[in-house]
Nanobody, 116 residues
Framework: QVQLVESGGGLVQPGGSLTLSCVAS????????AYWYRQASGQAREWVAI????????IYADSVKGRFTISRDKYKNTVYLRMDNLKPEDTAMYFC?????????WGQGTQVTVSS
């Protein structure tokens, strides 16, 4: 079982930046692919960004491409999501997900609100 704890959310004005963190409780961190998802109120959960297990490949949803950056630090067992030029439509609960084969784990989420 892998525990994931997200942090870094908050209230930010349009155009602002935030960096989310996801700390994983596993000694096999480097064997897991990692994802960030988000879910706005009343909407389905959607994936935002993906990073492979060794951090060499990343993929982004079109809605965040060029504004968000996913990264990982194997020494800190942490996955990050740097979010720049935030828009009101980025308002959502953001979730970290890590998976390997049939096993997938989710964090509890961190709320991001973009509003003036």
């Amino acid at each position: 079982q892998v525990q994931l704890v997200e942090s870094g959310g908050g209230l930010v004005q349009p155009g602002g930046s935030l960096t989310l963190s996801c700390v994983a409780s596993t000694t096999e961190f480097a064997t897991y692919n990692a994802y960030w998802y988000r879910q706005a109120s009343g909407q389905a959960r959607e994936w935002v960004a993906i990073i492979n297990n060794d951090g060499t490949r990343t993929i982004y949803a079109d809605s965040v491409k060029g504004r968000f950056t996913i990264s990982r630090d194997k020494y800190k067992n942490t996955v990050y999501l740097r979010m720049d030029n935030l828009k009101p439509e980025d308002t959502a609960m953001y979730f970290c997900n890590m998976n390997r084969g049939p096993n997938a784990y989710w964090g509890q989420g961190t709320q991001v609100t973009v509003s003036s």
